[in-house]
């Protein structure tokens, strides 16, 4: 039997063909869940959605303003008319805007919070709810970073907003233990994504300097975080909850 068989997954901020989140729900329908994927990039998604049904999967693509608590009432009516419950949410979506402190605007920082935290909030809220209604359990996976852990200079927004989904995704681990919903945080740490590509132009030199001072000298692939966030939507962390997982090649065992 596949790990995710049967299982009713929701994937955000999957609409980018190398990101996190279309390798996440790639992934959990390699392995027999019935993925909704949604993005801002409606296009991107149903470009996903596509190549995994063309794979033999089954997938469906959806619009999604992660700070919309509209938006995210759409995409749960969507879900419950048609399966009846939700197995396992992925909160994915995110942004990062780098600038050091005395250059970040207020904007800079409520877009950062709201994409980023506030979309969790959202996300697990309603997740929560549903799972509880239909009493069989569920499990959260809210993708943080390791600026969620440590201090990472230029992150002062997005590492407040990570360090928060941490500290939230425990929160919810503790209050929905007894309804056997799981929850838990994923830290990644420098994944070889399209958000790397700025850096990477704009300072080579720098950019391997970075990449040199990983213990494993090299980025995670999309691949890493997508199995990581396979293994807590599986049954297999079935007594894993309110937990952190860095996938970070090291960094942060130095």
């Not at 990581?228 to 937990?243: H, K, P, V």
Request: aromatic share 4%; charged share 15%; proline share 2%.
């Amino acid at each position: 039997m596949a790990r995710l068989d049967g299982k009713i997954a929701l994937v955000t901020g999957a609409g980018n063909a190398r990101g996190l989140g279309a390798a996440t729900a790639k992934r959990f329908a390699e392995e027999g869940a019935h993925v909704h994927l949604t993005d801002l990039d409606e296009a991107g998604a149903h470009a996903v959605a596509q190549e995994i049904r063309a794979a033999g999967g089954t997938a469906q693509a959806h619009a999604h303003d992660v700070t919309s608590e509209a938006g995210w009432d759409a995409i749960f009516t969507a879900i419950v008319q048609q399966h009846g419950r939700l197995d396992v949410l992925v909160n994915n979506a995110g942004i990062a805007i780098l600038k050091p402190l005395d250059m970040l605007s207020a904007a800079d920082w409520a877009m950062q919070n709201s994409v980023n935290l506030d979309s969790v909030f959202y996300g697990t809220q309603r997740a929560v709810a549903l799972m509880r209604k239909v009493g069989q359990g569920g499990s959260i996976v809210n993708l943080s970073s390791i600026a969620g852990l440590v201090g990472v200079s230029m992150c002062g927004a997005y590492a407040a907003a990570k360090g928060g989904v941490r500290m939230f995704s425990k929160v919810v681990a503790l209050e929905c233990a007894a309804d056997n919903i799981r929850c838990n945080s994923v830290h990644p740490g420098m994944i070889e994504t399209s958000m790397q590509d700025v850096a990477r132009r704009d300072n080579p030199a720098g950019f391997q300097q970075i990449v040199a001072a990983i213990p494993m000298q090299r980025m995670g692939t999309p691949i890493d975080i997508a199995n990581m966030n396979l293994f807590l939507a599986s049954d297999e962390s079935a007594y894993i909850t309110g937990a952190e997982f860095t996938v970070d090649g090291g960094v942060t065992a130095m």
